[in-house]
């Protein structure tokens, strides 16, 4: 399954799903960190970088299809941080990026 049908599926209900998937975090430091989207979910999703980040601190996540997620990380530990996306507006900018709706 592709990335689009993979966030799409999601979209439409299918809950958490793994994902493999490149994007950015931009963080409070203004630090433009690659990393690997691992696990999207309705109201977060799960990323593996080799920086740090403080929990708590909001970041912006960069796809080229999705655009900029606002999210804020809830936890990190050894290479992986679980987020939470900030808001609705953040959900609603995935929904139309994979062409679904709820």
């Known amino acids: 399954m592709d ?3 993979v966030i799409a599926a999601w979209v439409n ?3 958490r799903r793994d994902v493999q998937c490149p994007i950015f975090v931009h963080d409070g430091q203004d630090r433009r ?3 690997v989207l691992l696990e999207l979910s309705y109201n977060g ?4 970088l080799d920086e740090p980040l403080d929990v708590g601190e909001d970041v912006i996540l960069v796809h080229p299809e999705l655009g ?3 999210a804020e990380v809830r936890w990190w530990t050894a290479g992986r941080s679980g987020m939470r996306f900030a808001n609705a507006a953040a959900r609603s900018a995935i929904q139309a990026s994979a062409g679904g709706g709820r």
């Open 68 to 70: 900029e997620i606002t």
């Open 45 to 48: 999703c799960q990323v593996r």
């Open 33 to 35: 960190l690659p990393a």
């Open 13 to 15: 209900g299918a809950g």
């Open 3 to 5: 990335q689009r049908s």
